[in-house]
């Protein structure tokens, strides 16, 4: 039997399921499908599925997706079609909503071909790609040696609190730099308005940090870029202020998922930590076509 997770529910599949993946099962955009194997003693946890609805999905053109972010099924109820049991109901629900458009990173190792050989089963086509996204907790990135500096905060302004003709002149400016989203929201309720920031020196604002806050509790950088010439030291204020902001509202364990869009943002992490580079994984898209196990 095939099921969603709620907070009433989860407890029965905490061990098959990472915790920061699981809870909240209920937010908006992320969801999560429980298989349930049930025998004359009563029903097991079996197995897990959690996929988000995102915009993009990294494809580079604008399109709503479902990005699976976990399958596993217990050892002890494998071969009994759970895994099957859950894709049906994944592709039930994205017919029902119009989404057909799936997208799932697989590490590279041989110990993950038997996965790629089922998602292949299911319609996905993999390829190879450099993965440049991180997810760690805020604290990670506030334990970095740079920021035990204090940063010049007087010319840091909360987005929340710019005037709305200043706001359209700043994200017009950001629309037309390279590195950014496809489509950038326009509209500042899309982003975190307490954690996004701005160096502003008088009425021009010249540099510009957006943050959101997705489905699934994370915080995630959506634009870090410089318009004039505050160079390093407005980039790193930023930083330090949205930090800081972000520690006081969610918390040090928060969870930053940075996905770069240019080696500069690649390099950013690679100094946040040292020695990390983008992992070769395998990228299964699947696009809308028929599949015959899938019907």
Avoid at 56 to 80: F, K, M
Avoid at 131 to 151: D, M, V
């Amino acid at each position: 039997m095939i099921l969603t997770i709620t907070k009433e529910n989860s407890a029965a599949f905490e061990n098959l399921v990472p915790p920061e993946l699981l809870y909240p099962p209920d937010t908006p955009g992320r969801y999560c499908l429980g298989a349930l194997r049930q025998d004359g003693e009563g029903s097991t946890a079996a197995g897990v599925l959690v996929f988000e609805v995102v915009e993009d999905a990294g494809t580079g053109v604008p399109v709503t997706a479902a990005v699976i972010r976990w399958l596993y099924v217990a050892q002890e109820s494998r071969r009994l079609g759970m895994a099957d049991a859950l894709m049906e109901e994944l592709y039930r629900v994205l017919n029902a909503a119009g989404v057909g458009y799936v997208r799932c990173d697989v590490p590279f190792p041989e110990e993950y071909n038997l996965l790629c050989a089922f998602l292949e089963s299911w319609g996905l086509t993999f390829g190879l790609t450099d993965s440049y996204e991180i997810t760690a907790a805020l604290c990670r990135f506030a334990s970095h040696p740079s920021f035990g500096q204090k940063p010049q905060t007087a010319f840091v302004r909360r987005v929340g609190d710019l005037e709305d003709a200043l706001w359209r002149t700043v994200v017009g400016k950001a629309e037309k730099c390279g590195g950014r989203p496809p489509e950038l929201a326009t509209d500042k309720e899309a982003y975190d308005n307490d954690v996004s920031c701005a160096w502003v020196d008088g009425r021009m604002v010249t540099a510009l940090f957006l943050v959101r806050r997705d489905g699934g509790g994370r915080l995630i950088p959506v634009l870090l870029r410089n318009f004039g010439d505050g160079g390093a030291q407005s980039i790193y204020a930023l930083l330090c202020f949205a930090m800081h902001t972000a520690m006081e509202k969610y918390g040090p364990d928060v969870p930053v998922h940075v996905e770069c869009l240019t080696k500069e943002a690649a390099d950013l992490i690679a100094y946040f930590f040292p020695g990390a580079q983008p992992p070769l994984v395998r990228r299964g898209v699947y696009t809308g076509e028929a599949v015959e196990e899938a019907q």
